[in-house]
Each structure stands twice: as structure tokens, then as C-alpha cells.
């Protein structure tokens, strides 16, 4: 046997060797080719096209790149844009991944947020950074790569993000709907429905976390709905991913007397059968609120069969959306033509390309490292769906490479499918949002769902 | 050398073994009878360990196996054919035979060589060894019986249990299996318990028979008194009858 | 205290005879055919967008729709066992590999040409709004869907002990053989079975159209709960599968109302696996129909 | 004398060789010749990169990304294999070990710094205890509830990855797991990890032949086939399938920590999903009948298929990718072993059953 593994050692070597030798060549052909060709941009866009809202972000990329193109692309080169599709594995991302930056040459990659494919990702591109410096955004909301970049900056300062991720998104964001909850619904009891899953642990449980710059707080969202808002919390439950039975949750929260109803939710879960059953639950009188999830899509309405009425939502999938820039409103029309529904991560990734093409501008090359420095320096005023005042922070900041939270959009399905745009005008002017946004929410069009019932 | 005292085994509401009790002496040969469903087939897989008795004592060699595992039983000489001929039909003839070669108490010494060399040996007893590479999917019936024979003789067992090695066989075929019975008998100087159903050919190869009926053992004897018996031809009669 | 009884004993029988009807399709085939179908998930999505096509892209009346989607529910386990399980009935692995393979490939086709933003919907709520029970409420769309799924169930027994057929399946299912000795046709039976098998989950999939989501990922929990309900029961045992239901629906009712919603599904599924390994042939403990 | 000296026999080839004397059943065995496959796999990359890469649109790097997913596979599908043979049970559940594996490599270098060489042997000891305290369900359950029971486990895991994500971290997995391999060099890095992952495929082929051919193998063959028989003949079947099914296991674990040292991070919920153990199945029933040589065939197979379709069939890839394999069921009965190995009736190939009752 010992022959055996000899041979086997000496074929490994061998072949290790033979591979060595063929494999670097194509890399080096390429590499010097580069700066002398020079006449397009990649950009790389990793998206599973089999999900409705995937396909619409890698589209919306896609849309902003045709567009630069057309003005005559980014310093007077054209850009490329490649998809290719994750299927959403892991092992399957990575290779996608491998193949867009080493081998055609990407130098700006949009990744999908699924929090799984992002934190592989990450690990994956510090490795290949040093040999092929590139960019890479994300809408993955964990906190924990944020810290990834904090930690070790210099590892991982190719990574953004195109939202607010946690804890901001677990904080700042929710707390929209709470002033409305107080404000205008004027519930006392409150019920919540957290997804049970990484991105909302600073919601579940509250986090700390101690980094090089400082330490960051969060407390449990049961404790700061109390002290901020002055509401108790009656019910509180952890939505199992994948889960279809939210009679219970639902059932306890209005056998607890709770006044409003709050679920953290993204796409894993399922807020389609959560309104359906909370329509003809014991809760259908108690006002609902969604995060994240198809409820950003007008589409929803169909989804539940009308169960939506009198549920509200983050909501941008309008053409009548209040117009946070002159090109809100464009964006989604020119979407919706092609058959897409528009979630907030659609506007995203969609600013982000002009972000990055602005970034590019200010440097005037594709030096990396000074694309990299541009972004986090300069304010970016062309985002479609976040204010002009929601900013990079300096890679000091907690939030490095990500943007803060703030108040958003929200909307009420009223009678059929038709959206209400509710958010009071008085948070939307502190965050800064434009004269002609404010204008156009009125908290005072909402009706509760079962005054709803009866009108429609 | 086989001592079996007050047997039972039921299934559901059936006593299949009712308080069967006998003694084995080593070197004979046994006939056990009965109509069906008498509880033969099940008092063999008592003995073999195939299942666990309600009540009552097996002692083997003077040692108590009434709890002991069935590859155990095998192991200290206890070896079985099945009424069915069961072997493994994806095998050739020499790998049925080489695995009762492994599993056997000298086996867990032999390397697979060794143990394809032996099986060769017991084949060739039964004049099998020209179909060794044959699967035992294409063997007739009759090389069934001899190789399930052959493969209970490679455990080199000490008490051999014949579950009817005559049924499906012509009867010259029976015969040479009845002849080839007899002399592994002598040669391995074996002791043999043989359920059959066909009586004839039974009564002038065994000294002794055990009859069952309805579970009970109702007689221990020589062939030729056994068939006087009045409960033992009752039992019978009732069978034909059915 | 009260209530929350109330709450549990209403949603026991709620979430339990939910259950029964979505595993009893599968228990009939496991129960029949001996086999473990890995495409089961696949007749919800057939018998929800199959409606779907026939009513919007075809043009049918709704409930034309779904008389023509209960037939194409039936031609595809027709299609199904002519194809795969007569084929591959010797061989599990293999069985078992092209049926998921099946699933798999209705379920990515579904996708594409229905995605998820197509916004299917199937208006068959029976009972709108919700039924109040003493202290608790029980939506009632699910209540009509437990009484029919009971219904159902009482069919398929006096299917199974009162007409020949039934009563050659279930002697089918005690011992194959034994029945083959007697002459039957399996091809036959077999078929009848699959196709009998096939309507319960596709009645129940309309019937929970109102309260639970369509979209084209729906087969796999769907199946996980045919599952956990059948493992439990005791394969292919009605008795033990409307046991296990029971007993599903009530781990989910207690662990929802009184403990904490999160753990429902972990408390079954460690449920199930302690009854296996005490009672390894599930509750029934017996592989025969009825 | 000569060093080496072939002695063919009847049913076997006695080899003498360094004063040793070896010898080879070919007689009621497989077909095989180690070597040639070995050079063959080593050499496979190698022809695919020169000559396969541009023809389907697919890329070097790309490929060997494939490639050592591949091996990944081959590495969960080999002691898959010879679990299922030795213990006469189809496994539905070799992504549990996996995971078990990741979870801790992962959880032990992360939290008490052990180095990938240290979290080794303990992800193999860890697959295997918890094999070991799951291996009286090899014995009880039978059929088609083995399969099921398997089948759940991964849920569990999964469900508790969710719910004690403090400590599994839930979609996030963990992250900041050492890598094996870091030479700064990207393109070097996937090419040194495609051949740590082969060696360790080749590793676990070279236990997994030679128990296959040992005694023990013919042994696991006897208890696959009939278990009762087994038992009757003298086989010690309880023991032999508890041994199987925790070293087995054990082996499936160190799967996982390859994933996690090669990724960097463990994310359990990924590989608990159905579709990655729907891959596995394929890789095994592909393979053919028990032949672990076919395993690593279809593994191969199945990554380059799924890289193809990905890259040329768009939104349908999924769909392409099982028609194919489904088709590949139907005419390949035997899997790809059966194209392969001498169509001898004589011989014996274990064959894969999940037995009703």
C-alpha cells in the first residue's frame, strides 16, 4: 500500500505543479491589458432571477447602467453590466463571485441581501481585494459585518451596504411607526412580532457592542417602545422563519389587549398568510404594521386577496409616491413598465449606481482605494427613496460604510388596494425630506381597519 | 448437548410453542414432525434466537442461551437452513458460502482469501464447486437446498437445524439430499435436528422423532413407534383432511 | 387561565384537522403503494395554479377551473406512477430521487411562469370573517376547512371498509403477496389510489387559498407538516395519522398559546423523534390502512 | 529477484512485491485499479480547464470554484455510501453531520482559537459522538422511518440554529473562521484548495476501498443485503453497524469543517436546506449502485452540470439541471458505475435499498 500513496503523493505534487504553472497565466495576460484598453467599466450584478424581488433589483442596476450609458457612460467610458445568477446558494455565489472579479474583470459588485451569500461573500472578497481590488455593495442588514469593516478596516473596506442596516434598521427606522402608533392611532398597548432571525437580535434582545472606536448600545425594542413612546408592550413573540401559523401570536396579542399590532418582518417572513389569517383572526380589529416583505409591493393587495385592507407598510411601489428626489417617481414608473414591483431595496440599489458613478467622477480613474475614500467622504444627494441628509458617516462612526435610519414612507392599503400615504409630516421635515414630499403625506387619512371594513 | 425445558411462545392470542421440554444428545439425529402451523418452524427460530421465548430454558453445551443474540447462538455451533431457501440472490454461490466461513468462531481470524479458499471446500462436498461464480438468483431449486446446506455446514456447527430441506424437490432429488445429509452427519460428526414435512423418507433417516401438534410436543420416540401413536395419527389424519 | 383553555382545546381540533387533511393524501399512498412519495408537495402547487391558469389565462368560470384543476391533479399522479413509480418501483433510491427531482422541477416552473408578483389568488373563502368560541375566536374559513377535512376523512374510511375497491386496497396494503396470489390488478388498484390520494390535498390547498399564501414555494411546508404527521402516526395508517394529527395540533396549540409561538415547530418535531425512537413504527405501529 | 512479480490465479492476482505478498480478490469483488482513477481525477481539471472552459461559457476559475464543491460532495457522498452499506439503512440526513462538522470547527476556533489542525480531529470526534448516540436508531427503526428519522434531524438543527442564534448565529452562521489556506495569492489559493479538497476525497476513497474490500466490507455487504441471514450466520450486525455508522459520520462531519475553513465562516442553514440534500442523494444514487468510484464520478458530473446550465440556460437553469439528472435516472439504471465497471454477472455490487418494512 505503500506504493500506492507514494504514487498518489507524487501525482498530487505533480500535478499541483503542472496546474501552477498553466493556471496564473490568463490573470497576467489580463491584468497589464487593463489600463492600456480601459474602455469599459464592469459592473457585476449577483442576483437570483427566480425571486420577484431580486430580479427587480439586479433590473433596477441594470436600468441606472443603460441610463449612464446613454449620457454617455462614466468618464467617457461605457459600463458593462453582467449578471449572474446565485440560485441562492452559498458554494454557487462564491464561484459567481470568483468568476466576475478575477475573470471578467468586475470592478463594482452588487450582491443580493440575503444575509447567508453576503457574510460568505465578505470573507471571500478579502482574499481576492488584495489581487483584485474591487467594490462590493449589499443591502445584507446583520450588524455583524458592519463591525467586520470597523474591526478591520483595512481587510474589509470594499464592503458597503445601500441601507441602514442593524441596529439603526432595528432602531431608528421602527420608530416611525411608533410615533404613529402614539400619535395617531393613540395605542397604549402595543404587541410585536419579531422575526426571529440574526438581523433583529438588537430588537429582541438588545445588543452591545464594543468596537475600537467606542462602545454602541441598543436596547431591546420592548424597552424602548416603554420609555420613548410611554407604551407597554403587552405581547411579544419571535416569528419562527418559514413560519405559516400566526393564529396563536396573533390570537394572544388581542387576548392581551394590545391597541397595535408592530411586526418586524423582511422576506423570510411570510406577512402574505400573516394578513390573510390576520383578517379573520380575533386581532383584525387591532391596526397591523409591516417592515419589510412583499407588503412593499402594491401588489400585495392581490397577494392577500384584500386581506391587506386597513394594514400599513414601508411603501415606495407607487407612482403617486411623495417624491423624495425629482427621480423617485421616475424610477418607479420606468420599473413598474417593465413589469417590477419596487421595494425600498429596488430604490437602492438603483441610487447606489449613480452613487458609485459620482464616486468615480470625483476621482477621475478607477483607483480603487480612492473610489473606496470618495464614497465615504462625499454626500450623496441623488438617493430615490432615502433623504439627501441620510450620509456616510467617517470610518470612525459605529454606521462605517452604511447608511443611518430615519423615518420612511408608510402607507395604508384603503379600500381596494388603494395606498395612503400616512407618515407624519413632522418627522419627514426633521429628517429634511423635500417641501414637496411633506406635502403630500397626511396622517389623518388613516382609518382603522374596521371603520375600513365598513366603508369598503 | 441441547436442552429445551418448558418452551412457550405465543403471538397475539396464539401459543405457536406450548411448554415444549427435550434433551438432545450429541450425535443424534432427530426428526421433528407436526401438520402445519404445529409450530415447528418457529420452536427452530426459538433454538436459533431468531425470536426471544416467553418462558422457559434453552441450554446449549451446559450453557444457559436463552438470552444469548442469535449470531452468538451461531458463533458457539448453532446452525439453521430455512424452510425457504433464503440466501442472498445478488451473490454468487461462493460469497453465500464465505460469509458463514467469516461468521463462524475460527472466522474472525480469516482474511477474505482464506475464507474464499474454505467456502471452496464446503462447496465442493456438495459437488457445487463448478457453480461457484454462478449468482444464486439463476440456481435451481435443488442447488438452493444443497448450498444452504453447504453454507450451514461452513459455520462449523456443533447442532445443525434442518428446516425442510426437501420441499420444491423431486423425489430422487430428495433422496441424494437425504443420502448427502447422513453422510455430512458422519463426517463432521454433527448433531441434527430435521423438521421435514414429507414423513417417508424422514422415518428411515432419523432414530428419533419429535411430533408437535397444536404447539404441545405430544410425542418423543422412535420413528416406528411414533407411528403407532393414536394422537400422533390423529393429528395427522386431521392435516389430510384439511 | 380560562380562556387560554379554551384557546388550546379550539385550536387543537383546528390545527389538527387541518393536518389530517393535508397528510391524509399522503398516508393513502404510503398506506397503499408502500411508498414514500417525495412529490406530494407538487399537487398543492398543480391544484392552486392550475385554477389559477385555467380561470385567468384560459378563461374558464372559476369553478370550471377548478373541476379542470382537480383533473389535472389527477392526471399528474396518473402520469406520475405510469412514469416514475412503475419504472423505478424496485429500486427506492432511485424512487425516491426522481420523485423529488419531479417536485423540484414543477415547483421552478411554476416559479417562472407564475412568480410570486403575479399576485395569485384563489377567492374560495366559504366562511368569512372569524367564528368566536366562548372566550376564544377561530377564523372561519379554517373552521369549514377542519369540518370538511373530517368529511373527507369519512369518506376515505367508508371508502376503505364498505366498497370493493377500498376493501382490496386494504388488503393491498396488509400484505402485498399475499394479494398478488388472489389476482388483483395492482396496476389498477394502484392507480385508483393515487388518484384518490391526489384530491385531499388539493381540496384542502383551495380551502386554505383564503388564509394562507400562494406562491410558488408553498409545496415544501406544506409537505413538512404531511411529514411529521404521518411519521408520527405510523406510515400509511389512518388511525395513527388521525392520532398523530390530533396530537400535532395539539403541541402546536399548547406551545403557541401557553409558551412561546417561536418553538411550535421544534416541539413537535423533537415530539415526533422521542416517540420514534420508543416507538420506532410510529404510533399505529401497524403498516396497514385502516 | 525482481521487485515486482504478478501472480495471476483463478478469482485472484497475487501480487509480490517489496518481499511482501499481497493479495487482490478480483473473483467476487469490484473491478478496480486505484491508480488509473487517481491519475484520472488529477488530471481531469487539468484537461477540463484546457479544453472544456470557453466551450459552454464557463470560466477557469468558475470551474474549479465547481470543482471543489465537487469534491465537497464526494466527500459528504464516499462514507455516505459506505454508511448506507453497512448499515443497511438509507441515510436522509448527511447535511446534519455536515453541519455538526461546521458548527465545530467553527464554534471551537472562534471561541477558544483552536487552529484548523486542532479543529479537525475534533469536528471527525464530534460527527462521531453524536453518530454514536444517534446509532441505536440504525437498529430500531427500519425502512422507510430510518429514512424519515434522518430526514427530521437536519429540521431540528435547523430550527435551532434560529432559535439560539447567540450562540449559532442563524442566517449569519459565524463568521471569522480561520482559513486553511492564505497565501495572498487568490488564484493560488483555489487551486491549493482544490487539491487539498481531492487529497482529502482521495484520503477518504483509500479507507473507504480498503474496508470495502476488507472482510468487514464483505461483512456491511452481507448485513445490506439481508440482515436476518446475517445474523444467522454468525455476524455480529449490531456491532458492525454502530462501528459503520459513527466513524461514517465522523467522516461526513470533517466535510463541514473543510466548508468552514474554506469559506471562512460556518452558516448552518445553508447546508441544513432539502436542496442541498437533494444534491447529495443525486450524487449517490447517480453514482450507481453502492459504488463509492461512482460517487466521486457524478459529483464531478453534477457540479460541472450545474456550472454549465447556470451559465446558459438563465432563469430555466434550475429546471435544465433536473430534467437532465431526472433523464440520467432513467437511462443510467445503474448509475455511473454500471457505464464503467465490467458488465460480469459474477460480480457483486452492493446495491441501495430503503426496504418498505
Known sequence: MKKIVLLLAASVVVSIALFGCAQPAPPEEKTPATPAEAEKIVVCALFDPRIPVLKADAEAIKMAVDEINAQGGILGKQVEYIHEDTQRKVDVAISAYRSAVLEKDCKIVFLEGVSEEALAIIEEGARIFPTKPHIVISSQAAVGTTFKVIEDYDKYKFYFRNLPPDPELNYKVPKTYFEFAKNVIGAKKVALLLEDAAWTECARKGCVYESKFGKFESKPMREWVKEEYGMEVVYEANIAVGEKNFLPMLEEAARNGAEYIFVLSSWYTDTITLSKQWASSGAKDIPISYFGGPNQWAVFWDLTGGAALGTFTIMYDTEDVPPVTTKTREVVKKLHEKKLSVDMSVHYYYSEMYRVKEAIERVGSLDIDAIIKAMEEMEFKDHTALTPEYNYFGYKSALFHSYSGGPVLLAQFQCDGKLVYITPPELLEEAGFPEEAISQVNPDAYKSPAELREMC | ?242 | MLDVAALIFSYTFIFGSLYLGIALGFTIITGVLRIFHLGYGAIFLIAAYGTWMFWKDVGFGFIESIVLSFALVALFSFLIYQVVIKKFWEMEDYLLAALIAVFIIIEELVNYAYPEIVGVYLPTTIIEGSISIGPASIPGQLAATSVIAILMVICYLLIFTKTKTGLIMRAISQDIFASQLVGVNFDRMFIVAMILASLPPAIIMLLIAPIWALNPFIGWPLFTYAIVVSVLGGLGNLRGTIMASYIIGFIHAAVGFSLDPRLMLLASLVVVVAVLVFRPEGLARAETIW | MSILKLEPRRGRMIIHAFGRKYDWIIEPRYWRNPIIGVITLLALPLLMYFFATGVFGIRPVALLSALIFANILAMIGTPLVLQIIGTGRVSFGPHFFVAVGGYTAALLSKNYGFSPALTLPASFFMGALIGLGLSPITIISRGIYFVLITLLLPFILWELTYWRSDVFGAETGIPGVPLLIFTGDVVLDIMIYYYVSIAMVLILLFFTDRVMRSRYGFMMGVINEDEEVALSYGIDVAKIKVITFTLTSGAIAVAGWFLAHYQGSFTGPVWLQPSFLILILLTTTLGGKGAVYGVIASAYFIATLREVTRTQFGEMSVVVLFIILLILLYILPEGFWGLYRKRRYREYVPSIRIRRA
Open chain 2, 1 to 242: 448437548m441441547l436442552e429445551v425445558s418448558n418452551l412457550t411462545k405465543r403471538f397475539g392470542g396464539v401459543i405457536a410453542v406450548n411448554e415444549v421440554s427435550f434433551e438432545v444428545e450429541k450425535g443424534e439425529i432427530i426428526g421433528l414432525i407436526g401438520p402445519n402451523g404445529a409450530g415447528k418452524s418457529t420452536l427452530v427460530n426459538l433454538i436459533s434466537g431468531f425470536y426471544l421465548p416467553d418462558s422457559g430454558k434453552i441450554r446449549f453445551l451446559g450453557e444457559d442461551i436463552t438470552k444469548k443474540k442469535m449470531h452468538e447462538r451461531a458463533k458457539m455451533g448453532i446452525a439453521r437452513t430455512f424452510q425457504n431457501p433464503r440466501l442472498i440472490s445478488n451473490m454468487t454461490a461462493i460469497m453465500n458460502v464465505m460469509y458463514a466461513v467469516l461468521g463462524s468462531e475460527r472466522g474472525s481470524k480469516l482474511s477474505l482469501v482464506e475464507a474464499y479458499g474454505e467456502a471452496a471446500y464446503y462447496l465442493d462436498i456438495f459437488d457445487m464447486l463448478k457453480k461457484r461464480d454462478v449468482l444464486v438468483a439463476d440456481l435451481p431449486i435443488y442447488e438452493l437446498r444443497l448450498l444452504e446446506l453447504a453454507r450451514a455446514l461452513a459455520l462449523k456447527p456443533k447442532i445443525l437445524l434442518i428446516d425442510e430441506a426437501m420441499a420444491g424437490l423431486n423425489p430422487a432429488e430428495a433422496e441424494r439430499v437425504s443420502k448427502l445429509i447422513n453422510r455430512i452427519r458422519e463426517e463432521f460428526d454433527l448433531t441434527i435436528i430435521w423438521i421435514e414435512h414429507v414423513l417417508k423418507i424422514i422415518m428411515r433417516s432419523v432414530e428419533r422423532i419429535l411430533v408437535m401438534h397444536y404447539g404441545k410436543l405430544i410425542a418423543d420416540d422412535t420413528p416406528e413407534k411414533v407411528v403407532r401413536m393414536p394422537e400422533v395419527v390423529e393429528a395427522y389424519i386431521g392435516e389430510e383432511v384439511v
